[in-house]
């Protein structure tokens, strides 16, 4: 006799419509919680990502919140390098199969996937459920593809489980990067630096200091003259990237900064008082979120922004308490130098075709770090033990 589990899914369109209290609880520090996903509804994104939330509920009872969002996702940025003319050519001629509509499990601009459940619930029959509806929820907005996103080590037993049952193939994601300040205490995260990274570091700032002096401002909620200025550092700085998922423009920055945990970190040139490059850090329990960065490249080599604001950036964590300093994907060639570990990540995907279900996850099994970034395949020849793709 099958008996009906009490738990049960429905879907919500805004992070406003589930209890402030399910939030709290379910998304804890460190994590970013409902503050985080109210700035990205409110910040002008409707063109790239359309939102909307699982909650699932026990006998009725909410007890637990999954983040969901589409995106028409762009496969180049994930296949190895062999294959990327034959992405950029069918992107002309089929536009639908290296661009589908995804449907995500997570957050765009978070740096790890998260469900957040209360205690006691069996997150095995969980994700069971909402791997089901989520199909469901698929066929309904015409989504090719299901995708859990960049989720780290500690749901890996139940996802494998999941992927088991439900058929979804692993692919590795880039890796997050976290660097560790012990004790909050400056002197101890320099020495947890391997010897060549903390001389180097050392070096970079010396010469930059000798290049111009600096000055330091924690700026909670910058007003619209400066904010003007941040935007076009930050635009620079996007503009650089290689891989570029999210597009954020002036509402978001107008967003984030009526949030209590946001500050910004900006550096001044002494001298002219000019703006030269900025951090927007949140500091959520005992870890420093380095979210974005702004830096001004038409600024001499020699002044280092990038590890002036790195150096910036670990005595405000010190200053605040933090033991650890979160800062995202990609950009790994300066967080090796400054001592970030890497993070690894894990996507679990579904096409609902069968068929490209199964082109997708062959060409998932020659996705590692290494193919997914130069300055990680760079690395990892050096240090070939420090590489945790996921093995296939």
Known sequence: MLTRSPLAIEFASSEADIPEALWRECFPPPLEGRWWYATLENSGLDDQF???????RDNGRPVGIAPLFTMDVDLGLVVPPLLRPLCALLAVIAPSLVRPRTLFVGSPCADEGTVGLLPGVDRAAAFRLLQDALERKADELSAAMIVWKDFPQSYTAALDNLARECGLFVLPSFPGAVADVPGACKEKYLATLRSPYRNDLKRKLRRSAESFDAAVEIVHEPDAATLDVLCDLF????????????????KFFEAIRRQDVADFLILRDKSSREIVAFMLCFVVGDRLINKYIGLDYRRPRNWSLLFRLWDAAVDFAVARGATSIQSGQTGYAPKIIQGHRLVPLTNYCKHRS??????????????????????????????????????R
């Open 50 to 56: 359309a939102f909307l939330y699982a909650v699932i």
């Open 354 to 391: 069968a068929l490209l279900h199964s082109l997708h996850a062959r060409v998932a099994r020659n996705v590692s770090w290494s193919t997914l970034d130069r300055d990680l395949a760079i690395y990892l020849k050096a240090h070939p033990s420090a590489d945790m793709s996921r093995p």
């Open 235 to 250: 635009r620079q700085t996007f503009d650089k990237g290689t891989v570029k998922f999210e597009r954020l423009d002036r």
